[in-house]
């Protein structure tokens, strides 16, 4: 008994270094009893969305607590934070992520040569740890820390695919997310410059007098943190990089990269934007309002790049663009009802994004198509896939009873509440659009006629299938019965917001 | 009848279909007997539960359950009033019809284990508009119909089908847009979705002006009205004959359900007149009635033709609900009940003739009235009613209607509804006269006498459809005839209890 509250005390540390452990141990087992390796890891995920839960359970019971690295107290040591919004984060990444990795033991038999699959879980691992960890920390180094492992383990498990492609995809990513993160270790720096402080609220009160005596310096950092977020999360125009990385991809790769490594840097921008920074400093500096913009041209332009795609992964790759825009709308709009609908945007879309990519891996692991021309009539074959896409269409578009329809309600009243139906309309609009980019597919792989004789079909492994199920019912549930969800995110709002 | 009863039974009718969609689903896959049998005895068992709500009904009771809360504030809830009421019954006793005229209709079509299905399904939805108890839930059941529908308009899978039912599925998807624009200002603005809370908005704002086009769009393209109605002739016609009754028929007066709770339950009529919107839906209404006929004029494809006069037609219905008072109202709504009559009766006699004769142009008609006497003799007093000629019910409603604009002193709309009298008859006599008394265009049987010498004018023998197809279309025709003359005349009354209840909240 003891050792369990022992272990509940310190479960923020031991979840994110668990998975470090465990990535660590991956290659070894690889070498040593290869056939262990994918349990062990589904072990570890396992236990980290158990830990996850746990979090959430006690972040309910008794809100927002603060977990000191080594007992050392800030300004000295590191502190985790765990609010509402970092338990929530967590949950949505390891249920998802563990789904991802169920999938992923099916795909990557093909997807990838024999000798690099032990590695490809050290890298799936640590950047679950990465994450993890950085929607718990508070600290703006540490936070710098998990955003370089993340962004190296993201390129890391693009690139283990070794074709040419995928070489220059990972590569461009590379070089944009290094800048990224040049920008943010530049805007820590001078915010530590100004503050002396690395602690996220410590900051915040310190940039209250600060702010005044060096309003540049402030301006600079502050526009630095847009620009590394906006390139780390594709928000338009950061997002070149995006469609490459992400379609070209191993599938579950593009599953994480989409469904839930863009997101982090939202939620941590998020964190900043609340924690690190004094409200009257959002009044001096229009940086929500830019965001605003941004993320309504991501919304629009997504969609209209996603419009002309012929290859399916890059479709749904340049959808991310627009989806995450969403995200960013919820935060910018600055109203707490807003923020639900951006926060909920960010599961929701984690379900759909991850099985839709799912969903385009199975089609290709079955038959090997890969351009949209070539999907006619294969619903015949893979009936309950494209059951999937279609119902996670829908749910892009925002058809009630499925989950993305209750983002749009929020987001829709987050900006009739601060006054500025226009945003309302954007949503509208960028619905209709999704709708010219979804719906023909699937009316072409159920009704159009197989033009294509050559085309043999796989049969698909249920390991591959199940997950795609369980978010197809996720997607369903979160549409009837939000509740659960959207509960716990109004008191991270109102945390957030008071 | 206690008022537990009466929700669960309000839940059966709207819940029970939508259920049993997946039974069928998964039966159809095995037995396609057991697929229509379990389709025709769930169209049966709504329209009994709905049958059996006739005196609470009536009675003027308006009962709210609501069933479980989405997010705080946004329920899933039932209402019955006697408007509900009214469509709910229609609805459910047009589809039974359309159901058991599908058993043989679709007997030798592909496909079957979609079709029965997503016909079920679409009931449940169609019940679930008519008897939701907030716009919500009412915009949740109205995108569940319209988009699943959809598979009912591609049904054939033809190029042609294919490319309508894009359309469809696009100005589908728009007008579920605008609803939701529409319900999502209500919301933030009045804190409530609810009906029977009497006028959300009780000033203009130009959110109200917002809230007011987003209503429109968004039900005034399901109820084809003008300049909207693009869609409508392209849909309708290619989808099965059945499906298309119930499309003509029944879904198209979702769209103007929606505009009637939107004028009643959203701005209240005192504001609506007040505002002049009033004016603004009247004038596209009568633009509506007098294209739609028009159009329906220069078309030579039988389906499409009425698809056209169905335009016109919900010309009629929104243009009665912009004039408040009872006999414009009851008018309104018994224009409802007669119009889906006539249309299904229409659309189900232009199947049979096209199942059994494969013929789809006007000008192949002639003669069809001697082969098939009951058919076109059904359509025959179906397009008299659509004329309005006494005593069928398309006269009584005609006739309300021009006393209630009379009474409210609009002449110009009598005039409208004349003309438009005039050109419906110019429209549906082409049909009808040389289907009876034309001759030329005998079936390849009946070549064969000619050949022979033996017959100068060809003899027509009567080879009718079979009898589950004739039985629904006789029904239907019955009641053209039944609704104009019966002296206790439920849906007259029906329409009478409602336009009380509209316009004093009681009756």
Not at chain 1, 63 to 88: K, Q
Not at chain 1, 126 to 138: E, I, P, Q
Request: glycine share 8%.
């Amino acid at each position: 008994m003891y050792a369990l509250e022992h272990v509940l005390n310190h479960l923020p540390a031991i979840l994110v270094i668990s998975l470090f452990v465990f990535a660590f141990i991956m290659p070894l087992l690889f070498i040593w009893k290869r056939d262990w390796c994918v349990p062990v890891a589904t072990l570890s995920m396992g236990l980290s969305l158990a830990m996850s839960l746990a979090l959430v359970i006690q972040v309910n019971q008794v809100g927002t607590f603060v977990y000191h690295m080594g007992g050392w107290e800030p300004p000295y040591g590191i502190e985790f934070r765990v609010d509402y919004l970092s338990a929530y984060m967590l949950l949505v990444l390891h249920g998802i992520g563990l789904l991802i990795l169920v999938y992923s033991i099916g795909d990557l038999k093909k997807e990838l040569a024999d000798r690099v699959i032990g590695w490809y879980y050290t890298l799936y691992l640590l950047l679950m740890g990465a994450m993890s960890g950085m929607a718990l920390t508070n600290d703006l180094f540490n936070l710098f820390v998990f955003m370089e492992i993340c962004a190296i383990a993201a390129c890391a498990i693009i690139s283990i695919k070794e074709d040419r492609e995928c070489l220059e995809a990972s590569f461009k990513y590379l070089i944009l997310s290094a800048m990224g993160t040049g920008c943010y270790l530049l805007s820590v720096a001078m915010l530590y410059m100004i503050t002396g402080y690395m602690h996220m609220e410590k900051v915040a009160v310190a940039l209250e007098t600060g702010a005044a005596e060096y309003p540049y310096n402030v301006l600079v950092a502050m526009s630095l943190m847009v620009v590394s977020f906006g390139v780390k999360s594709a928000l338009f125009p950061l997002h070149v990089w995006l469609p490459d990385a992400h379609a070209s991809a191993p599938s579950p790769s593009s599953a994480v990269l989409s469904g839930l490594v863009i997101k982090i840097y939202a939620v941590a921008m998020v964190h900043l934007i609340f924690r690190a920074f004094p409200r009257e400093l959002f009044e001096m500096i229009p940086m929500l309002e830019i965001i605003l913009w941004l993320s309504t041209l991501g919304i629009i332009f997504g969609s209209i790049f996603a419009m002309v795609q012929e290859n399916f992964k890059k479709m749904l790759a340049y959808s991310s663009i627009a989806q995450i825009g969403y995200v960013f709308l919820g935060i910018g709009l600055f109203t707490p009802t807003a923020l639900v609908g951006g926060l909920l945007h960010i599961l929701n879309h984690a379900v759909m994004k991850s099985m839709l990519f799912m969903v385009a891996g199975i089609i290709i692991y079955s038959s090997g198509i890969k351009r949209l021309q070539h999907f006619d009539g294969i619903a015949s074959r893979l009936t309950w896939t494209m059951v999937a896409f279609t119902i996670g269409g829908a749910s892009m578009v925002g058809i009630p009873i499925t989950g993305g329809f209750i983002s749009k309600l929020y987001l829709a009243q987050g900006a009739l509440e601060v006054e500025r139906p226009f945003f309302l309309l954007v949503i509208l609009v960028s619905s209709l659009l999704n709708a010219f980019y979804y719906f023909p597919i699937s009316i072409n792989a159920f009704l159009a006629e197989q033009k294509r004789e050559d085309i043999t079909f796989k049969p698909v492994l249920k390991s591959m299938l199940v997950p795609v199920l369980i978010l197809l019912a996720l997607i369903i549930f979160l549409g009837l019965n939000p509740q659960p969800v959207t509960n716990m995110l109004e008191q991270a709002a109102e945390m957030l917001f008071e | 009848m206690s008022e537990d009863l009466i929700a669960v039974i309000i839940m059966f009718i709207v819940l029970f279909p939508i259920f049993m969609t997946a039974v069928i689903m998964y039966v159809g896959q095995k037995s396609e007997k057991l697929c229509t049998a379990l389709s025709l005895a769930t169209a049966m068992a709504t329209f009994m539960a709905v049958l059996s709500l006739y005196s609470e009904a009536t009675g003027g009771n308006v009962i709210e359950y609501p069933l479980f809360e989405v997010l705080p504030d946004l329920a899933i809830s039932f209402r019955l009033d006697i408007l509900s009421y009214s469509l709910a019954l229609l609805s459910s006793f047009v589809w039974l019809l359309a159901t058991i005229y599908s058993l043989d209709y679709m007997g030798g079509e592909h496909g079957k284990e979609r079709y029965y299905p997503v016909l079920i399904f679409t009931l449940g939805s169609c019940q679930g508009i008519f008897l939701a108890g907030d716009f919500f839930t009412l915009f949740i059941f109205f995108e569940l119909m319209s988009l699943i529908a959809y598979i009912l308009v591609i049904h054939e899978e033809t190029p042609e089908a294919l490319k309508a039912g894009y359309k469809y599925l696009i100005v589908t998807i728009i007008g579920g847009l605008s609803i939701f624009l529409g319900v999502i200002i209500i919301f933030e603005v009045a804190g409530t979705v609810s009906l029977g809370q009497g006028p959300l908005f009780d000033e203009y704002s130009p959110l109200a002006l917002l809230t007011f086009l987003a209503f429109l769009i968004g039900f005034g393209i399901k109820a084809g009205m003008f300049p909207l109605h693009v869609w409508l002739p392209d849909a309708h016609p290619v989808a099965p004959s059945p499906a298309s009754a119930l499309l003509s028929g029944i879904m198209l007066k979702t769209g103007a359900y929606g505009l009637l709770r939107m004028i009643f339950d959203v701005f209240g009529m005192e504001l609506f007149q007040s505002l002049g919107w009033n004016h603004i839906m009247a004038g596209l209404a009568i633009i509506t009635i007098l294209l739609g006929s028009a159009v329906a004029l220069t078309q030579n494809d039988f389906k499409r033709r009425l698809a056209y006069s169905s335009v016109g037609q919900m010309g009629y219905v929104v243009l009665g609900m912009t004039v408040f008072n009872e006999y414009a109202l009851s008018g309104d709504i018994f224009h409802i009940f007669s119009h889906a009559i006539m249309k299904s009766t229409l659309f189900l006699a232009a199947g049979a003739v096209i199942w059994k004769t494969g013929k789809k142009k006007i000008s192949d008609l002639q003669g069809v009235g001697r082969q098939m006497p009951i058919t076109m003799g059904a359509f025959t007093l179906a397009a008299f009613a659509m004329i309005g000629i006494p005593p069928l019910n398309g006269f009584l409603s005609k006739w309300t209607l021009c006393l209630g604009f009379l009474e409210g002193g609009y002449t110009a709309y009598v005039i409208v509804l004349l003309v438009s009298s005039m050109l419906n008859a110019m429209y549906y006599l082409p049909i009808i006269l040389p289907a009876f008394l034309g001759g030329n265009g005998a079936t390849s049987h009946h070549e064969e006498d000619e050949r022979t010498g033996q017959a100068e004018y060809p003899v027509f023998e009567v080879n009718e459809v079979p009898l589950r197809m004739v039985i629904p279309v006789a029904i239907l025709a019955a009641c053209t005839l039944l609704f104009g003359t019966l002296p206790t005349n439920v849906p007259f009354e029906l329409s009478q209890y409602t336009s009380n209840f509209l316009l004093d909240g009681f009756f």
